[in-house]
């Protein structure tokens, strides 16, 4: 007997004028949940799915780098297709099916013609369930990351990224580079890789995320389709949580006559209730990109740089908040300085009430854009899914937002910045 719940909740957005999603619980007779808006405005279909905990933090000792590889190869042949037969039968189809990982997580997407959605799901169950991780394809895509590693050796940003990762979470695998490193990569074998496949890729961190021209009578099945022969259970390591190192500067010479910068330390985690608060602290601090207190004082008062940021972040094992510019080498003291000062104003002082205002007019009428098309609802509903924030965040989400009120940000921004300096890692020439 088919399982199907459709649990309905319609979302008012305002596009110019008011427009409903209606987002529905689909359960197929298997047991495997989606989340779909169907939209047959288009004849298109988008699906977004992630496996939760199964990214970079789950590469082996010494072979950082493999869950990367294993993104960029899944697709490079399944079953009785090697890398060709297999990318011909998506283009024949009208299929476009990529991979991608990320320190958490591995994430997969399918946009496809809703003719072909059967074959689009056929295709995906093959990638899933019978990968071949032929040795030609691994090598051939082995090629192109460690080519891609190689150029980075001279990349001050890319240089710097890695540098404040390793320096706030030493000995834990936020430290380690999610893509790698030459000797890592190189050591990774297509044994490694159907292991790791093995491991990671399950029915119990699965969530799924389907947006277009179908309805749910029709995906339910295709659901068990998909993903009905995946293992019931991932295999996965213990990662324990991990608080930033705070505090450190540290520098690395590269040849080049600019200097990239990164700073950040700890944050807040979704669940916490200042978040939010925090939030739109961000997007005052640094997270406007032309109205920020960061690039009114680096950029446009200084001249420092060209852009400058700051962002929170809740990883699956540490809560933090970050940050970076690039400027000339013997600028990069003084960007530094001004950086700090900001994080000590907001901590101290905190924005006016014209500054609130703005940020959440800004961060509440510019929401409606992350719905603008069916692949970017399919990545909110997966978001959505993977944070436990429910259907009804939609909804809820600006009301949140505007009840911020003053005292919530300089709360929230005390609790960031006022209990010390953040780690501060420095990479490109020698500044004067």
Same mark, same amino acid.
């Given at each position: 007997?088919?399982?199907?719940?459709a649990?309905?909740?319609?979302?008012?957005?305002?596009f110019?004028?008011?427009?409903?999603?209606?987002?529905? &619980?689909?359960v197929?007779p #298997? #047991?495997?949940?989606?989340?779909?808006v169907?939209? /047959?405005?288009?004849p298109l279909?988008?699906?977004?799915?992630?496996?939760?905990?199964?990214?970079s933090?789950q590469?082996?000792e010494?072979?950082?780098?493999l869950v990367?590889?294993l993104?960029?190869?899944?697709?490079?042949g399944?079953g +009785?297709?090697?890398?060709?037969?297999?990318?011909?039968?998506?283009?024949?189809?009208?299929?476009?099916?990529?991979?991608?990982?990320s320190?958490?997580h591995l994430y997969?997407? @399918?946009?496809?013609?809703?003719?072909?959605?059967e074959e #689009?799901?056929?295709?995906?169950?093959?990638a *899933?369930? +019978?990968? %071949?991780?032929?040795a030609?394809?691994?090598e051939? @895509?082995?090629?192109?990351?460690?080519?891609? $590693?190689?150029?980075?050796?001279n990349d001050p940003?890319?240089?710097?990224?890695k540098?404040?990762?390793?320096t706030?979470?030493?000995?834990?695998?936020? #430290?380690?580079?999610?893509?790698?490193?030459?000797?890592?990569?190189?050591?990774?074998?297509p044994e490694?890789? %159907?292991?790791?496949?093995d491991?990671?890729?399950? %029915?119990?961190?699965?969530?799924?995320?389907?947006v277009?021209?179908?309805d749910?009578?029709?995906?339910a099945? *295709?659901? /068990?389709?998909a993903?009905?022969?995946?293992p019931?259970k991932?295999t996965?390591k213990?990662?324990?949580?991990?608080?930033?190192?705070?505090?450190?500067?540290?520098?690395?010479e590269?040849?080049?006559?600019?200097?990239?910068? !990164?700073?950040? =330390?700890p944050?807040?985690e979704?669940?916490?209730? +200042?978040? @939010?608060p925090?939030f739109?602290?961000?997007? @005052?601090?640094?997270g406007?990109?032309f109205?920020?207190?960061l690039?009114?004082?680096? !950029?446009?008062?200084? =001249?420092?740089?060209?852009?400058?940021?700051?962002?929170?972040?809740?990883?699956?094992h540490?809560?933090?908040y970050?940050?970076?510019?690039?400027?000339?080498n013997?600028?990069? +003291?003084?960007a530094?300085e001004?950086?700090?000062a900001?994080?000590?104003?907001?901590a101290?002082?905190?924005?006016?009430?014209?500054?609130?205002a703005?940020a &959440?007019?800004? $961060?509440?009428g510019?929401?409606?854009? %992350?719905?603008?098309?069916? =692949?970017?609802?399919?990545?909110q509903?997966?978001?959505l899914q993977?944070?436990?924030l429910?259907?009804e965040?939609?909804?809820?989400?600006?009301? *949140?937002?505007?009840?911020v009120?003053?005292?919530?940000?300089r !709360?929230?921004?005390s609790?960031?910045?006022?209990?010390?300096?953040?780690?501060?890692?420095?990479a490109?020439g020698v500044?004067?």
């Amino acid at each position: 007997m088919k399982m199907l719940f459709a649990a309905v909740f319609a979302v008012a957005l305002s596009f110019g004028s008011a427009q409903a999603i209606d987002i529905e &619980k689909v359960v197929s007779p #298997g #047991g495997v949940t989606a989340w779909l808006v169907s939209d /047959d405005t288009v004849p298109l279909v988008a699906v977004d799915i992630a496996f939760e905990r199964a990214g970079s933090i789950q590469d082996p000792e010494g072979k950082a780098g493999l869950v990367n590889l294993l993104a960029s190869t899944i697709d490079e042949g399944a079953g +009785d297709l090697d890398s060709v037969g297999f990318q011909t039968a998506l283009k024949d189809n009208a299929v476009r099916l990529s991979f991608d990982g990320s320190r958490d997580h591995l994430y997969g997407n @399918i946009r496809t013609v809703s003719t072909s959605v059967e074959e #689009g799901f056929d295709l995906l169950r093959l990638a *899933l369930t +019978d990968p %071949r991780y032929d040795a030609e394809a691994v090598e051939r @895509i082995r090629r192109q990351i460690v080519s891609g $590693l190689r150029r980075e050796e001279n990349d001050p940003n890319a240089i710097v990224g890695k540098l404040w990762s390793r320096t706030v979470f030493p000995d834990h695998p936020y #430290g380690t580079p999610s893509n790698g490193t030459e000797e890592t990569v190189s050591s990774v074998t297509p044994e490694d890789l %159907r292991a790791a496949h093995d491991n990671l890729i399950a %029915r119990d961190n699965l969530y799924v995320a389907v947006v277009g021209a179908i309805d749910a009578e029709t995906l339910a099945p *295709l659901l /068990d389709r998909a993903f009905g022969d995946l293992p019931a259970k991932a295999t996965l390591k213990s990662v324990p949580d991990v608080q930033p190192a705070m505090g450190l500067t540290v520098r690395q010479e590269v040849s080049t006559p600019q200097t990239a910068i !990164r700073f950040g =330390g700890p944050g807040l985690e979704r669940e916490d209730e +200042d978040f @939010i608060p925090a939030f739109v602290m961000n997007h @005052i601090l640094g997270g406007s990109a032309f109205s920020s207190w960061l690039f009114e004082e680096v !950029r446009e008062k200084r =001249g420092l740089a060209y852009s400058v940021y700051s962002y929170m972040a809740p990883f699956e094992h540490a809560a933090v908040y970050g940050g970076g510019t690039a400027t000339r080498n013997d600028q990069a +003291d003084q960007a530094i300085e001004v950086i700090l000062a900001q994080l000590n104003r907001m901590a101290t002082d905190g924005p006016t009430e014209e500054q609130l205002a703005d940020a &959440k007019a800004y $961060l509440t009428g510019s929401y409606a854009l %992350r719905f603008g098309t069916s =692949g970017s609802i399919a990545r909110q509903l997966l978001f959505l899914q993977m944070e436990e924030l429910g259907m009804e965040y939609i909804e809820e989400r600006n009301g *949140l937002i505007e009840a911020v009120t003053l005292d919530d940000v300089r !709360r929230a921004a005390s609790r960031i910045f006022g209990n010390g300096q953040p780690t501060v890692a420095i990479a490109g020439g020698v500044s004067g």
